[in-house]
C-alpha cells in the first residue's frame, strides 16, 4: 500500500477511508495523538511514543480501546503492509461517537492510525524562523489534536519563507516552536525549557538532552527568553520528523553559527542513534 488509513479495525488507502459523523473528533476535537518515524519497518523509539500517547489519553480521562502492548503489536503490523518502511507513523484516539453533547461520550474511544511515506532529515541544511506570542491554553503537555494556533503560526511561517515559528509567552519566555520543541547552545551548554505545563514533553527533545550528557555537554533545563535566542551560539529544533535542526535566521535577522564543531557532534549523535536503531535486518 502506498498509504495506510486505519479506524477501529478497518484500514485501507486513506483517500478510501470513511470516518463516523458522530466521532466526538468532529465536533470538538476531542482526542489525543502521537506519531513517529519509521526506517526499515522499524518505528522508531515506539515504547516512548506509546507511553506518552496514554499519557495523554489519561490526562483528559480518554478510554483507551487498546492496550500498550496491543497498540504496539497493531502499528508493528500495520507498518509492514506498506510498499516502503521509510514511514510517518501517526494514531490518535477520540472520546468516542454519539450524539453531539458537551458532557462525555460513555465507553472506549475510537482508535485511528495513518501511514504515509515519509524521510528523516539529515539536518545539515539551516531553517529560517519566525517568533510569535503564545497564546494557547494552559495544557500544552497534552498532545490534544486542538492545534489551530500552531495551524496558524506554522502557516505564518511559511507566507514568511520560514519553516518554523517559536512561540514565546508574555515576558519574553521561549515556550517552544509551532510543531516542535526548541533549545539553544550557549557558551557550551545546551538550554531548554523545562517540561511544565506549557510545553509538549518532545521524545525528540528526552534524546537530546541524552545525547548532550552522553557528549559530556552541560544541560539546563530551565526557563529562558527570546533575547537569549537571539543572542544565541545555535539555536536547535527537535521533533520525531526532524532529530536535530538548526537555524540560520530569526525575525529576518542573522543567527547561530557561533558553535558549529559542537553542533556537528549533537547532530551526527542522533542520526547515528537514529540509524542504529533502525538498521534493516539482515
Known amino acids: 500500500m502506498k498509504t495506510l488509513g486505519y479506524y477501529n479495525g478497518k484500514y485501507g488507502e486513506l483517500d478510501e477511508m470513511m470516518i ?39 490526562l483528559l480521562d480518554i478510554k483507551m480501546p487498546v492496550t500498550k502492548k496491543e497498540l504496539k503489536e497493531l502499528l508493528e503490523d500495520l507498518v509492514t503492509k506498506m510498499d516502503t518502511g521509510n514511514l ?39 531553517i529560517k524562523l519566525i517568533t510569535m506570542e503564545d497564546t494557547r491554553f494552559l495544557h500544552c503537555n497534552i498532545k490534544t489534536l486542538n492545534l489551530i494556533p500552531s495551524v496558524m503560526a506554522s502557516e505564518k511561517a511559511k507566507e514568511a519563507g520560514c519553516q518554523e515559528t517559536i512561540f514565546y509567552r508574555k515576558g519574553g519566555r521561549v515556550t517552544e516552536c509551532a510543531h516542535s520543541n526548541c533549545h539553544i547552545l550557549k557558551d557550551g551548554k545546551l538550554y531548554t525549557a523545562p517540561t511544565d505545563n506549557l510545553i509538549l514533553p518532545g521524545i525528540a527533545r528526552a534524546h537530546l538532552i541524552r545525547m ?35 537555524a540560520c535566521e530569526l525575525d529576518g535577522k542573522p543567527v547561530g553559527g557561533k558553535a558549529p564543531e559542537l553542533l556537528e557532534k549533537i547532530r551526527i549523535g542522533l542520526l547515528e542513534e537514529f540509524w542504529a536503531a533502525t538498521e534493516a535486518e539482515k
Request: with cysteine; net charge negative.
Open 212 to 246: 548532550c550528557k552522553k557528549l559530556e555537554i552541560p544541560v539546563s533545563e530551565t526557563p529562558y527568553y527570546l533575547e537569549d535566542v537571539f543572542q544565541a551560539d545555535e539555536i536547535i529544533v527537535t521533533s520525531s520528523s526532524n532529530l536535530c535542526l538548526h
Open 20 to 58: 463516523p459523523m458522530n466521532d466526538r473528533v468532529c465536533w470538538f476535537g476531542d482526542g489525543v495523538y502521537d506519531a513517529g518515524p519509521c526506517r526499515n519497518y522499524k518505528i522508531f523509539a515506539i515504547d516512548e511514543h506509546i507511553d506518552r500517547f496514554f499519557n495523554s489519553a489519561g
Open 88 to 126: 510517518f507513523v501517526y494514531y490518535q484516539v477520540t472520546r468516542g461517537t454519539g450524539i453531539r453533547n458537551h458532557a462525555f461520550t460513555e465507553g472506549a474511544g475510537n482508535l485511528w492510525v495513518m501511514l504515509k511515506p515519509a524521510e528523516i532529515s539529515d539536518g545539515i541544511e539551516p
